[in-house]
T-cell receptor, first 114, second 109 residues
Framework: EAGVTQFPSHSVIEKGQTVTLRCDPI?????LYWYRRVMGKEIKFLLH????????ESGMPNNRFLAERTGGTYSTLKVQPAELEDSGVYFC????????????FGSGTQLSVL | QKEVEQDPGPLSVPEGAIVSLNCTYS??????FMWYRQYSRKGPELLMY????GNKEDGRFTAQVDKSSKYISLFIRDSQPSDSATYLC?????????FGKGTRLHILP
């Protein structure tokens, strides 16, 4: 069974540009999460989808970040325009049902904004 | 005060030693306590999971939770070079996971 896949694995862009990260969760997993780790800090929650609906987006830093999950399958996270402080590793995770089930993480996208 | 505190290390121990990793937390509302392992350039992988005070054992790994002291531990027995990784404690609140910073562990052959 395929795990959570993220694309690209690395992205280097200039300040002011736009970047779109993609996450393909495990098939059948209704719950999809985005997390981010900036250098020297903890992995922090960004948002949570249940199917195509945003269940909780309290961790989104500001309105330069837009997450979508059309059709309840894959998800995208767009940063527009990117700023230097957006650099970090963006993780996607998914799980099937209730909150105490195992959360599966992707390998992350390393974003560098220069 | 951070909700979860974890010493980032690095921690280096010889192969075969017992490793003790620890976290403290401040929020009594946490319900589930987890340890994740993360290898370089990979995502975190769940190692251990518990929701009550006490010990839970899985092979060479033991997770310990003391809710009265707000303290959790992970013990690794007979440590192996393949255990070298970053270990993150994590807790569940409102259906989101709160992570510690992670401790980098090196097992020296």
């Amino acid at each position: 069974e395929a795990g959570v896949t993220q694309f690209p694995s690395h992205s280097v862009i200039e300040k002011g540009q736009t970047v779109t990260l993609r996450c393909d969760p495990i098939s059948g997993h209704d719950n999809l999460y985005w997390y981010r780790r900036v250098m020297g800090k903890e992995i922090k929650f960004l948002l949570h989808f249940v199917k195509e609906s945003k269940q909780d987006e309290s961790g989104m830093p500001n309105n330069r970040f837009l997450a979508e999950r059309t059709g309840g399958t894959y998800s995208t996270l767009k940063v527009q325009p990117a700023e230097l402080e957006d650099s970090g590793v963006y993780f996607c995770a998914s799980r099937e049902g209730i909150s105490n089930e195992k959360l599966f993480f992707g390998s992350g996208t390393q974003l560098s904004v220069l | 005060q951070k909700e979860v505190e974890q010493d980032p290390g690095p921690l280096s121990v010889p192969e075969g030693a017992i490793v003790s990793l620890n976290c403290t937390y401040s929020n009594s509302a946490f319900q589930y306590f987890m340890w994740y392992r993360q290898y370089s350039r990979k995502g975190p992988e769940l190692l251990m999971y518990t929701y009550s005070s006490g010990n839970k054992e899985d092979g060479r790994f033991t997770a310990q939770v003391d809710k009265s002291s707000k303290y959790i531990s992970l013990f690794i027995r007979d440590s192996q070079p393949s255990d070298s990784a970053t270990y993150l404690c994590a807790m569940n609140r409102d259906d989101k996971i709160i992570f510690g910073k992670g401790t980098r562990l090196h097992i020296l052959p």
